[in-house]
Protein backbone atom coordinates (compact mmCIF):
# COMPACT_ATOMS: atom_id res chain seq x y z
CA UNK A 1 0.00 0.00 0.00
CA UNK A 2 1.09 3.32 -0.89
CA UNK A 3 -0.06 6.95 0.11
CA UNK A 4 -1.19 7.87 -3.58
CA UNK A 5 -2.69 4.21 -3.70
CA UNK A 6 -4.03 3.12 -0.43
CA UNK A 7 -5.41 -1.48 -0.19
CA UNK A 8 -9.07 -1.42 -0.17
CA UNK A 9 -8.82 -2.80 3.84
CA UNK A 10 -6.55 1.01 3.98
CA UNK A 11 -9.63 2.81 2.27
CA UNK A 12 -12.16 1.04 4.49
CA UNK A 13 -9.85 1.84 7.49
CA UNK A 14 -9.64 5.73 6.23
CA UNK A 15 -13.19 5.53 5.87
CA UNK A 16 -14.20 4.89 9.37
CA UNK A 17 -11.57 6.96 10.72
CA UNK A 18 -12.66 10.01 9.13
CA UNK A 19 -15.89 9.31 9.82
CA UNK A 20 -15.88 9.51 13.60
CA UNK A 21 -13.65 12.44 13.18
CA UNK A 22 -15.68 14.20 10.96
CA UNK A 23 -18.44 13.55 13.78
CA UNK A 24 -16.33 14.83 16.62
CA UNK A 25 -14.29 17.48 15.26
CA UNK A 26 -16.35 20.17 13.09
CA UNK A 27 -12.89 21.96 11.70
CA UNK A 28 -12.18 18.48 10.50
CA UNK A 29 -15.29 18.19 8.85
CA UNK A 30 -14.99 22.01 7.11
CA UNK A 31 -11.60 21.04 5.38
CA UNK A 32 -12.81 17.88 4.30
CA UNK A 33 -15.82 19.95 2.54
CA UNK A 34 -13.49 22.63 1.41
CA UNK A 35 -10.89 19.58 0.30
CA UNK A 36 -14.35 17.91 -1.61
CA UNK A 37 -14.90 21.52 -3.51
CA UNK A 38 -11.30 21.94 -4.62
CA UNK A 39 -9.90 23.94 -2.34
CA UNK A 40 -7.10 23.26 0.34
CA UNK A 41 -7.42 22.53 3.83
CA UNK A 42 -4.52 24.39 6.19
CA UNK A 43 -4.31 25.77 9.77
CA UNK A 44 -5.26 29.34 7.83
CA UNK A 45 -8.50 27.85 6.57
CA UNK A 46 -9.25 27.61 10.39
CA UNK A 47 -10.64 31.45 10.60
CA UNK A 48 -13.33 30.19 7.72
CA UNK A 49 -16.32 28.91 9.60
CA UNK A 50 -17.74 25.88 8.48
CA UNK A 51 -20.60 25.71 6.05
CA UNK A 52 -24.12 24.87 8.11
CA UNK A 53 -24.85 20.83 8.04
CA UNK A 54 -27.36 19.77 5.31
CA UNK A 55 -29.13 17.01 7.55
CA UNK A 56 -32.56 17.76 9.06
CA UNK A 57 -31.48 17.18 12.73
CA UNK A 58 -27.81 17.15 14.36
CA UNK A 59 -26.63 13.65 15.20
CA UNK A 60 -26.90 12.81 18.94
CA UNK A 61 -23.66 13.82 20.74
CA UNK A 62 -21.22 11.32 21.45
CA UNK A 63 -21.69 10.56 25.00
CA UNK A 64 -19.20 11.44 27.64
CA UNK A 65 -17.03 8.51 29.11
CA UNK A 66 -16.42 8.39 33.26
CA UNK A 67 -13.74 6.46 34.68
CA UNK A 68 -14.52 4.42 37.88
CA UNK A 69 -13.03 4.29 40.57
CA UNK A 70 -11.29 0.85 41.61
CA UNK A 71 -12.05 1.67 45.59
CA UNK A 72 -15.65 0.94 45.21
CA UNK A 73 -14.79 -1.88 43.30
CA UNK A 74 -11.77 -3.53 45.61
CA UNK A 75 -13.97 -2.77 48.85
CA UNK A 76 -16.78 -4.64 47.77
CA UNK A 77 -14.17 -7.34 46.76
CA UNK A 78 -12.64 -7.34 50.23
CA UNK A 79 -16.05 -7.91 51.93
CA UNK A 80 -16.82 -10.74 49.51
CA UNK A 81 -13.28 -12.53 50.82
CA UNK A 82 -13.76 -11.54 54.30
CA UNK A 83 -17.48 -12.49 54.51
CA UNK A 84 -17.58 -15.83 52.19
CA UNK A 85 -14.25 -16.48 51.21
CA UNK A 86 -14.96 -15.52 47.55
CA UNK A 87 -11.98 -15.41 46.60
CA UNK A 88 -10.61 -18.09 47.99
CA UNK A 89 -13.16 -20.71 46.50
CA UNK A 90 -12.43 -19.20 43.11
CA UNK A 91 -8.92 -19.50 42.85
CA UNK A 92 -8.76 -22.87 43.97
CA UNK A 93 -8.12 -25.76 41.91
CA UNK A 94 -11.36 -27.99 42.42
CA UNK A 95 -10.09 -30.87 39.28
CA UNK A 96 -9.59 -32.94 42.18
CA UNK A 97 -12.55 -32.45 44.46
CA UNK A 98 -15.82 -34.66 44.01
CA UNK A 99 -19.07 -32.81 42.96
CA UNK A 100 -20.51 -33.13 46.72
CA UNK A 101 -17.49 -31.14 48.40
CA UNK A 102 -17.56 -28.60 45.87
CA UNK A 103 -21.26 -28.04 46.42
CA UNK A 104 -20.95 -28.15 50.46
CA UNK A 105 -18.18 -24.87 49.83
CA UNK A 106 -20.31 -23.31 46.92
CA UNK A 107 -23.53 -23.42 49.86
CA UNK A 108 -21.14 -21.66 52.28
CA UNK A 109 -19.42 -19.20 49.43
CA UNK A 110 -23.27 -18.81 48.33
CA UNK A 111 -24.46 -17.85 51.82
CA UNK A 112 -21.50 -15.51 52.75
CA UNK A 113 -22.21 -13.60 48.95
CA UNK A 114 -25.69 -12.96 49.57
CA UNK A 115 -25.32 -11.53 53.53
CA UNK A 116 -22.89 -9.16 51.81
CA UNK A 117 -24.67 -8.35 49.22
CA UNK A 118 -28.04 -7.80 51.19
CA UNK A 119 -25.97 -5.86 54.05
CA UNK A 120 -24.32 -3.45 51.64
CA UNK A 121 -26.74 -3.15 48.73
CA UNK A 122 -30.29 -2.50 48.10
CA UNK A 123 -31.46 -4.45 44.98
CA UNK A 124 -34.20 -5.30 43.34
CA UNK A 125 -35.45 -6.77 40.03
CA UNK A 126 -35.43 -4.28 36.79
CA UNK A 127 -39.10 -5.80 35.47
CA UNK A 128 -41.54 -6.73 38.19
CA UNK A 129 -43.33 -9.82 36.01
CA UNK A 130 -42.10 -13.06 36.51
CA UNK A 131 -39.90 -14.78 34.18
CA UNK A 132 -41.91 -16.55 31.06
CA UNK A 133 -43.99 -13.33 31.09
CA UNK A 134 -45.34 -11.68 27.63
CA UNK A 135 -44.49 -8.45 27.53
CA UNK A 136 -44.88 -5.48 24.79
CA UNK A 137 -41.59 -3.01 24.85
CA UNK A 138 -43.64 0.40 23.47
CA UNK A 139 -41.23 2.89 20.98
CA UNK A 140 -38.27 4.73 22.60
CA UNK A 141 -38.04 1.63 25.95
CA UNK A 142 -34.81 2.42 27.69
CA UNK A 143 -32.42 0.26 26.35
CA UNK A 144 -30.31 0.46 29.44
CA UNK A 145 -32.92 -1.61 31.48
CA UNK A 146 -34.28 -4.21 29.14
CA UNK A 147 -31.53 -6.06 26.21
CA UNK A 148 -33.27 -7.97 23.45
CA UNK A 149 -32.32 -11.16 23.25
CA UNK A 150 -32.98 -14.14 19.99
CA UNK A 151 -34.18 -12.86 16.55
CA UNK A 152 -34.26 -8.94 17.00
CA UNK A 153 -36.06 -7.83 13.85
CA UNK A 154 -37.88 -4.72 12.85
CA UNK A 155 -38.68 -1.65 15.03
CA UNK A 156 -40.63 -1.08 18.52
CA UNK A 157 -43.09 -2.12 19.90
CA UNK A 158 -41.47 -5.50 20.58
CA UNK A 159 -43.23 -9.05 21.84
CA UNK A 160 -41.68 -11.19 23.94
CA UNK A 161 -40.83 -13.01 26.86
CA UNK A 162 -38.90 -12.01 29.96
CA UNK A 163 -35.94 -14.57 30.34
CA UNK A 164 -34.22 -12.59 32.99
CA UNK A 165 -36.02 -9.64 34.97
CA UNK A 166 -32.45 -8.36 35.34
CA UNK A 167 -31.26 -6.64 38.52
CA UNK A 168 -30.96 -2.49 40.00
CA UNK A 169 -29.38 -1.34 42.79
CA UNK A 170 -31.44 1.37 44.37
CA UNK A 171 -29.04 1.86 47.35
CA UNK A 172 -24.85 1.08 48.22
CA UNK A 173 -24.25 1.40 52.23
CA UNK A 174 -20.61 0.82 51.45
CA UNK A 175 -18.28 1.23 54.67
CA UNK A 176 -16.59 4.65 54.54
CA UNK A 177 -12.67 4.43 54.05
CA UNK A 178 -9.95 6.29 55.82
CA UNK A 179 -7.44 8.15 53.64
CA UNK A 180 -4.64 5.39 54.67
CA UNK A 181 -6.59 2.72 53.89
CA UNK A 182 -4.77 0.23 50.50
CA UNK A 183 -7.99 -0.62 49.02
CA UNK A 184 -5.75 -2.86 47.06
CA UNK A 185 -5.53 -5.34 49.65
CA UNK A 186 -8.08 -7.12 49.55
CA UNK A 187 -7.57 -10.03 52.49
CA UNK A 188 -4.02 -8.77 54.37
CA UNK A 189 -1.66 -12.25 54.92
CA UNK A 190 -2.06 -13.53 58.04
CA UNK A 191 0.71 -14.93 60.02
CA UNK A 192 -0.43 -17.31 63.30
CA UNK A 193 1.84 -17.44 66.08
Sequence with gaps: MTDSNPSFLGRISLAVGTFFSILGDGQFAADVLRLRKGGVASAAAAATPAPAPVAASAPAPAPTLKEASPDAALQLLGLLQRDARFIDFVEEDIKNYSDADIGAAARLVHDGCRATLR??????????EAEGSRVTLPDGFDASLVRLTGNVVGRAPFNGSISHRGWRVDEVRLPKLADSHNASVIAPAEVEL
Design 119 to 128: EHFTIRPVRD
